[in-house]
Structure formats: structure tokens, C-alpha cells
């Protein structure tokens, strides 16, 4: 059994619910206990980063040091998330003021942070942990014949935190062919989605949308796999605003490469959240459920 | 004997005297044991600084002499050879390093000044049991091995050569002509490069004084400067050499077609080939993979063999200098020198694992080496750029740094791919005038005589230079208008806006990196490797083409990417340092060896096999070891390897080694 600290951050439990639970679900077969940070609070996200960086680095520290306690890493689902711990944890190491002015910060809820934890996406966890090899052993029904694009998004692999190639990474296409599927080229695959700009820019964010959609279609995909909830809302949640706004009639759904772990682990679709994707992927996935 | 020991501080500017307090220092040396005099100077390496040690060897009558400055690799041979002209044996000097190995490296000038006193310290104890050693001279052999027969070796052979010593060239490759054959056209002159190049290589094939190693490899180098054995493995060419007239029948009868290493893959060749027609040596050779009677011997199957009977039925004959022979094996020569010149070169960066830039994936994206082959009149187009399906194209973008100047893959420059992209675009407009041409650079670099007016006569002949790496390269069109094109995606800074730029044609301008077996040479020669994997020079400014290993040289782009002119200077400044060699004669053998006690040795051989210089033999007689003197290097395996203690390295007794760490510590 591997022992992790888990911080599901805030999409996990909402607009990506998906996600968490069906991050729970594969953990279980796979011997992996993601423990719940206990009080964990919001990451500080990139929004609060680009107001005042150093409140945002506090926000997230407090996390840190909520996850130095336990001695274990501090495994995330949300490449947001991820991306908002990591980049404070490597500016707190680096920077022994502003550990100084954080902790000074932290100690009014007693707290104090010292710089030893390690933050991971739960795909590099994954991979590199666990390992394909075991994954492919707990697969109960094999995914022969699915065609998946994979789709890494920005925050997983840019910044580089040592993960993946940050421009052509590779992890997660592995991931998908243990489980049996077949990973279609997908040249976009770590193209931005539209992020947040869908709130203050929508048109540009559709278009990115759509260019991922025809990428992926074109090459022949049945689905498209991501470990991001902002990437997964993006293309799952405004697909009626894309096909609408393009004249296009893309139908393809957007799963979370755990859902789809869950699923060929012959992990029922109720635990994996399947319900709360918006563009239904039971047509898709019937051969295997 | 009483010990007078002279102690000399160097201030080395402000390089030590910047950090360690170098009058405190030289207090305390005035204070330890056998120290008659200390001093410090500005520059003791300097005629003045030197003077100052001559002087006080001869007034205060000093034995031992110490200087605390930089590092021995850069002074101890000047300090050694001041100790000598003041008549003191210069083994009695010890050098003490508080520069690199302290003002350097410390920012603290308290403790650093300490810790140059425990180095002084260390050196003052240790140089007090220093001996006066004696070299002795050995004969140079006046033979010189160069290793690749690019325009660097060739080069650097024909000077030696033309000084009537004899030379070895070994090349890899079935011919010599390195890259510069696969060339075109040369920047900034527009020299065709095969005009300028093939003269020197029939010259090298016929000279007298070269023996050209073709299709040949060094294996192993043993001994020493002056006095070097070299193993070469001449691989099965499967053409007697002497009989084959290079007339090219053969090729035409060979039924196997596979993609040339020449022509990077645009362009084929057969089983049996000759990788370009002026070849030197002019001989064919047969590629064991690819040649099906070969193949079918491991079988025990006799098929094929056209090349060497030909077609009976058409009454077309075979090889009519009956110069194949299927039956020839690898075999090893052994050659003796007394310097090697190492020009291996470099190899192209591999751009397929670049993947957003679609090489590998799009027809139409190529490396500007399969540039240069299309472009040049013998390649495989005839010189004609063409695309893949035939059509000429219409608009072509060359991108600047692939694999250069990117924390990925490499930081450093190349130093030749804006000038060599320029030529591109040269060519370009001249074959292709209809064509658009771009440049996507991060800046132009274009330093060397006539480089940057070759830039503005390019900006004069309407190439679009835009300032910007391109991001990607993609066949995923956005517009109609870009259907069936590659758009190279990138954004011009200058106009600070993202552009899409639809062509039919990309050359990717790749980085030179060091050869992928670099590793493997850099052991055989005894080489460093910098980081950037490139070979190691002794001195980046004062020494560029000697290593340290002596009597070894690098020359070319083995040592760091450079253009023709520059490797070309190198290889005729490797050659004079061969020839100054030679002329001397001899060579002097390092005196710090090791030597064996007969009254202790036991006869054990422990020593024997573990010396990496082959430098002990065992005299069965006495039953005792015996190290050849010229052949030790004194590294002190042996020493620290023997049982009975009966080996001493000398300068490195172990009387002298406990010193020097009592030094540190007190």
C-alpha cells in the first residue's frame, strides 16, 4: 500500500466532480491511499497569483504546511491546482525572504512551513509510482478498439516541474494504451483550451475549443481524455456554445482519464461520475461497461 | 640537511588578493616551521614576481620553494623551471592553489583567508621532504596519426605531410571529405565546396608521404607522447583495394537500392557502392546489411554476386578487376607515432525529436544537410529544389536554431547556422526566384570576414527576414488559404504580433553536436569532454588545440561547432605543434614515477595487471617487478596496490602525503 496526502482542490468536488470521485475509485484496486488533507483550503489559483503573488503564495502554503505534517506527498488531481502549490512551493524554496514573510503570515493560525514538501500531479503518481505494468494487470475489460485522444492541457506539463516533456509529452498516452485503448494522433494535445478567458474572452476561447474538437475528430478520436477539470469543463461544458456558434456537430465526450481508468477496471459508472459529464459518453463507452 | 623554505603569496591581481587577505597570510607563513622567508607580490608569475624567488634562492641560500597562487595545471611548470634557473632541483617546489581552490569559490574573505592558510600550510609541511628528481629524454617518433578525414584532417595531414614525415590518416567512412564534400555551395564566397575540396583530397590519396587508412577505426592507443601504438581496425570493404579501378560497374549491376548516408536519406545507393563520384580513395565498398549475398552466406546460401559475375545471358561481365572478394575479414593494424591529431567532427542534430516541428511526419520539412544535397548539382535532384511530390515550391522558411540555443537539447550557439541559412537563402532565390523565402532567426550572428555584408546582400535580394522562433509547424489549416500548406507558427517580435506563415518548404537549420560515440573516443585518446559533450582543449584561450593528454591534439569541430576557415586554422596550428615536436627530437618523461624496492618486492604480481599503462613487467629471474620508466605515468595505482609496501611513487611517498594532510588540519 503507498500513502499519499490527497488535496482534491475545489473543481474535484464541483464543476469537475467527476474527477474526484472517480480518482478515489481507481485508488482502491490500485493499492494507492490518498489520504484527505484534513482542513485543506484553496489553492490561490493562477487569478489571485496575478493580483498579489505573495497573499497567493500564502494561501497556498497554508496547504503546504498542512501537508508537511503528515510526511507524505502531496498528490493533487487538478492541474491547477498542481501547477499553484508547485510554483509556491519552488518560490518558497528558493526564496528564504519570503519563506520568512509567509511564515510570519502562517503563524497567526499556527502554522510554519519549512520548504520538504514534494507536490505531485496524480498522473505522474500514476506513471511513475504505481507504474503502467500494474495498471495493465488490474484492467477487468480490456478498452480494444477505443480510439482516445489524449489531451495534457497547459498546467500539467508548462511549467516544467520535471514531469513530462513540456511541449510533447507522452506520459499520458502510455496510460491510456495500458488499458488496452488506441491513442490517435493528436498534434494539439498540449494546445491551450481557452482556460479561464471563456468568462472574459469568449469567442477566442471557443475558437481554441473548436480547433482541439477538429483536431481530435479529424484524427479519428471517440473520445478525448484529460487529467484537467478546467480542460474537461471547457470542452465538455460549452460544446453547445462551439457546435452553435461554428455550424459543427462535434458529439465526442470528454472523460477523465481516471473515468476511464474506472471503467476498465469494471468500476461501476455510477462511482466514476459518468452522470455528471455533460456530452454523454454511454454510446461510446457501451462496448466496455 | 637543513631546510630553507621560501614561501611567495600571489596576490594575482584581485583575483586572490580580492578575497583572502593576502598580507595575513604571508604573517603566517613567516611563522612555520623551516619558513625562512615569506613574501607576497602582485604577480609572481611575472619576470619581476620569478625574480623575486631567483634572488632569494640564491641570497638566503633557499632548498625548498613554495608559491601559493593558482592552480599547478596553469604555473607549475613556470615556477618549477625559475626554481630551475636559480640552480634548485625543481622538484623542491610545491605549489599551494588559493585561487581556484579558494578566492574563487568563497565569498566570505574571513574564512577564505584561512583556508588559504591551511593550503600554505599543507604545501610548507609536505615540501620539506620534497627529493630532487631527475627526467630523463626518450627519442620522438616522428610519425603523426590523424584521426578522420574531414577538412580538418585532410588539412592537418597534408601540412605534416608536406614537411616529409609520415602521416597516418584513418577515416571512418568508406572516403574522406567529412561534411564539406556533402556541401553545395561555401558562405560567405559562394565557392562551389567540391571545387575547393576534392583537389586536397586526391592530393591527400596520392601523397607520399600519406598512408590513407580508409573505411578504417582506431581501436586502441597505448604509450606516450613521443612514443604512441595505435591499433587500427581496417574493416572488411570486401574490394581488394589495390585491384579496384573505381569504375563503377558494379554499382550498375547491384540490384539492391537502399537510401544513402551521403544523401541523408533523399537520395539512394546500392549494396555496393562508392558514396560519391570524386571518392577518395576511389574504390567501392560492399555494405555487409544490405548486400544479399553477404546476407545469404550467414545462411550458407550462394546467391547474387552479380557485381563479380555479371549477366551471362546478356552478355554484360562482372567486375573485370576481379577486385571482389566475399571472403575478406576485419583485420588490426598496428602503427607507431609520437603525436595524434584527433578530428572527428560532429554529427547533425537529430530534428525528429522536435516534434512540433514535424520532422519525420511532413515530407516537406527537411535538415539543412538534405538541403545541401538537393541543392547541390550532384545530388540527387541535379540541384534542382524540389518538394516531394515533384513541384517546385512556392514560398520556403529556413528555421534558425533547432536543437542550438535551447535549454532542451543544447545551450550553446552553433556558431555557422545563420551564416549557412543565409546561403540557403541564396540559393533560394537564385533557383527558386519565384519563390518566397523567410528566415525565422532569434538574431542574427554573423561574425568572420565578409559575414555580415553577405547579411545585408541577402536583405537586398528580398529574402523576409522575420525575428522570431517558430513554435511549431503544422499542416492543420485555419483559413482556406492554407490549405495543402505548412504553416510555421511564430511570433515576430519586431512587429509583436503571432503570425501564421503558410510554405510549401521548411529546412530546419540544426545544431552541430559532438558525434554520438563521442564518449567512446574521448576514452580511446584520452580526451576531456566539456559540458557541452564536445572535446576538451587544455587551455579555452592560450591552448585551443592541445588536450591534456600530451602529444594528443584536437582540431575541427570535435573540439566545438566552427566554420571551415576556422577549423581549417585549427588544423594547421596542430600540425606546427606536431612539427615543433618532431624537430626537437625527444621528449621528456615525467620524473614522478613509481619505482620498486627489490629488497621488499615478494614477487607477488599484484602489481602486474593492474597498471592501466602496461608499464610493469616481472623479471622471473629475480622475482620481482619491474616498472619501464617510460611507459609509467605515475597515477600510484601500483603503490597503493602493493601488499609489501615495496613501491613508492615518488613525489607521492607517503611521508610526503601525510604531511601535506597533517599541514591542513594543525
Excluded at chain 2, 603566517?28 to 634562492?57: H, M, T, W
Excluded at chain 2, 512540433?356 to 529544389?385: C, H, K, W
Excluded at chain 2, 532569434?442 to 523576409?464: A, H, K, T, W
Aim: proline fraction near 5%; aromatic fraction near 8%.
Amino acid at each position: 500500500m503507498k500513502y499519499y496526502a490527497y488535496y482534491p482542490g475545489c473543481s474535484a468536488e464541483a464543476t469537475g466532480a467527476g474527477l474526484g470521485v472517480s480518482a478515489l475509485a481507481i485508488a482502491k484496486p490500485l493499492d494507492m491511499e490518498l489520504i484527505e488533507l484534513e482542513d485543506w483550503t484553496c489553492c490561490g489559483t493562477t487569478a489571485y497569483g496575478s493580483l498579489d503573488e505573495s497573499e497567493a503564495i500564502v494561501v497556498a502554503a497554508r496547504n503546504l504546511a498542512l501537508a508537511e505534517k503528515t510526511g507524505l506527498h502531496l498528490v493533487t488531481p487538478c492541474s491547477n491546482c498542481f501547477l499553484t502549490l508547485s510554483k509556491a512551493n519552488e518560490r518558497l524554496k528558493e526564496q528564504p525572504k519570503l519563506m520568512a514573510q509567509v511564515n510570519e503570515a502562517l503563524a497567526v493560525a499556527n502554522l510554519e512551513y519549512h520548504g520538504s514538501v514534494r507536490v505531485r500531479h496524480l498522473t505522474e503518481v500514476l506513471v511513475k509510482d504505481i507504474g503502467l505494468e500494474v495498471i495493465s494487470t488490474k484492467v477487468k475489460r480490456p478498452l480494444n478498439g477505443l480510439k482516445v485522444a489524449p489531451y495534457y492541457g497547459c498546467q500539467l506539463v508548462r511549467p516544467d516541474y520535471g514531469f513530462d516533456d513540456p511541449e510533447f509529452p507522452h506520459s499520458l498516452d502510455r496510460l491510456v494504451e495500458s488499458l488496452g485503448a488506441t491513442v490517435v494522433p493528436f498534434p494539439l494535445k498540449s494546445h491551450c483550451c481557452g482556460g479561464s478567458l471563456i468568462i472574459s474572452e469568449e469567442d477566442l476561447a471557443l475558437d481554441l475549443m473548436r480547433k482541439l474538437l477538429a483536431n481530435a475528430v479529424g484524427n479519428g478520436a471517440e473520445c478525448i481524455v484529460t487529467p484537467c477539470p478546467l480542460c474537461q469543463t471547457n470542452l465538455d461544458a460549452y460544446r453547445g456554445r462551439v457546435n452553435s456558434k461554428f455550424k459543427t456537430n462535434y458529439d465526442l465526450p470528454v472523460l477523465f482519464v481516471t473515468q476511464l481508468m474506472g471503467v476498465a477496471f469494471g468500476i461501476d459508472g455510477k462511482d466514476l461520475g459518468l452522470k455528471t459529464n455533460i456530452v454523454p459518453a454511454g454510446k461510446v463507452l457501451a462496448n466496455y461497461i | 640537511m637543513e631546510r630553507r623554505i621560501g614561501v611567495y603569496v600571489c596576490h594575482c591581481g584581485s583575483n586572490i588578493a580580492g578575497t583572502v587577505d593576502v598580507e595575513k597570510v604571508t604573517e603566517f607563513a613567516k611563522g612555520l616551521d623551516s619558513v625562512v622567508v615569506a613574501r607576497n607580490y602582485k604577480y609572481v608569475c611575472s619576470d619581476p614576481g620569478q625574480n623575486l624567488i631567483k634572488e632569494d634562492i640564491k641570497q638566503l641560500g633557499l632548498n625548498r620553494v613554495v608559491v601559493a597562487s593558482c592552480s599547478p595545471l596553469m604555473h607549475e611548470p613556470t615556477f618549477r623551471r625559475a626554481c630551475l634557473d636559480a640552480g634548485l632541483n625543481p622538484y623542491l617546489f610545491e605549489m599551494a592553489n588559493i585561487r581556484e581552490h579558494c578566492s574563487w569559490v568563497h565569498e566570505d574573505s574571513a574564512m577564505a583567508t584561512e583556508k588559504a592558510k591551511a593550503l600554505v600550510s599543507a604545501a610548507v609541511r609536505r615540501v620539506y621532504y620534497h627529493e630532487p628528481l631527475e627526467t630523463k629524454e626518450v627519442p620522438f617518433n616522428s610519425n603523426v596519426l590523424v584521426v578522420g578525414g574531414g577538412i580538418a584532417g585532410i588539412q592537418a595531414a597534408l601540412e605534416i605531410a608536406d614537411s616529409q614525415h609520415q602521416v597516418y590518416l584513418v577515416e571512418r567512412d568508406p572516403s574522406i571529405g567529412g561534411h564539406m564534400a556533402m556541401f553545395d555551395k561555401t558562405f560567405p564566397t559562394l565557392d562551389c565546396a567540391a571545387c575547393i575540396l576534392t583537389p586536397k583530397m586526391t592530393t591527400v590519396g596520392q601523397h607520399p608521404y600519406i598512408r590513407l587508412m580508409s573505411y578504417s577505426e582506431v581501436e586502441d592507443v597505448s604509450g606516450y607522447i613521443g612514443n604512441f601504438k595505435v591499433k587500427i581496425k581496417r574493416k572488411a570493404r570486401y574490394v581488394d583495394e589495390a585491384k579496384c579501378t573505381g569504375c563503377g560497374r558494379c554499382e550498375e549491376l547491384c540490384p539492391i537500392n537502399v537510401l544513402s548516408e551521403f544523401e541523408h536519406g533523399i537520395g539512394k545507393r546500392k549494396a555496393i557502392y562508392k558514396p560519391f563520384a570524386q571518392a577518395v580513395p576511389n574504390k567501392v565498398v560492399i555494405d555487409p546489411q544490405n548486400c544479399s549475398h553477404l546476407k545469404g552466406l550467414k545462411g550458407g546460401k550462394d546467391v547474387c554476386r552479380l557485381c563479380q559475375k555479371g549477366m551471362e545471358k546478356k552478355g554484360i561481365p562482372g567486375c573485370e578487376a576481379g577486385a571482389i572478394d566475399f571472403g575478406q575479414e576485419d583485420k588490426t593494424v598496428e602503427v607507431e607515432v609520437g603525436s595524434i591529431i584527433v578530428a572527428t567532427g560532429f554529427q547533425q542534430f537529430d530534428p525528429s525529436v522536435m516534434y512540433p516541428y514535424g520532422y519525420g511526419r511532413y515530407d516537406n520539412v527537411i535538415t539543412g544537410l538534405q538541403f545541401e544535397r538537393m541543392s547541390n548539382a550532384s545530388g540527387p535532384t541535379r540541384g534542382e529544389v524540389l518538394l516531394a511530390d515533384g513541384r517546385k515550391p512556392e514560398s520556403i522558411a529556413i528555421l534558425h536554431c533547432v536543437g542550438s540555443r535551447d535549454e532542451n537539447y543544447h545551450r550553446y550557439c552553433s556558431r555557422v547556422c545563420c551564416m549557412y541559412s543565409l546561403k540557403y537563402s541564396h540559393l533560394l532565390r537564385e533557383k527558386v526566384p519565384q519563390a518566397s523565402v523567410y528566415q525565422l532567426y532569434i538574431d542574427m550572428r554573423c561574425p568572420g570576414s565578409g559575414y555580415e555584408e553577405f547579411y545585408e546582400r541577402l536583405q537586398e535580394e528580398g529574402v523576409n527576414f522575420v525575428r522570431g522562433r517558430a513554435g511549431e509547424v503544422t499542416n492543420i489549416a485555419e483559413k482556406p488559404e492554407e490549405e495543402g500548406k505548412l504553416m510555421v507558427v511564430c511570433e515576430d517580435t519586431l512587429v509583436r504580433r503571432k503570425r501564421r506563415i503558410p510554405v510549401d518548404m521548411v529546412i530546419l537549420s540544426c545544431a552541430l553536436e559532438p558525434r554520438a560515440d563521442a564518449e567512446r573516443v574521448a576514452r580511446i585518446f584520452s580526451l576531456g569532454r566539456k559540458a557541452d559533450g564536445f572535446f576538451m582543449e587544455k587551455h579555452p584561450k592560450l591552448d585551443p588545440v592541445a588536450t591534456m593528454t600530451d602529444g594528443v591534439f584536437i582540431v575541427g569541430c570535435c573540439q566545438g561547432p566552427k566554420d571551415i576557415p576556422d577549423t581549417v586554422a585549427q588544423a594547421s596550428a596542430a600540425a606546427a605543434r606536431a612539427l615543433a615536436m618532431i624537430s626537437t627530437g625527444k621528449v621528456e618523461i615525467e620524473a614522478a614515477i613509481a619505482v620498486v624496492n627489490e629488497e621488499l618486492c615478494s614477487g607477488c604480481k599484484t602489481c602486474v595487471p593492474l597498471c592501466p599503462y602496461s608499464a610493469i613487467s616481472f623479471d622471473e629471474e629475480k622475482k620481482v617487478s619491474r616498472i619501464n620508466e617510460a611507459l609509467c605515468k605515475g597515477c600510484g595505482t601500483c603503490v597503493a596496490a602493493c601488499p609489501s609496501g615495496a613501491i613508492t611513487g615518488r613525489h607521492f611517498t607517503t611521508e610526503q602525503i601525510v604531511a601535506e594532510i597533517e599541514g591542513l588540519l594543525v
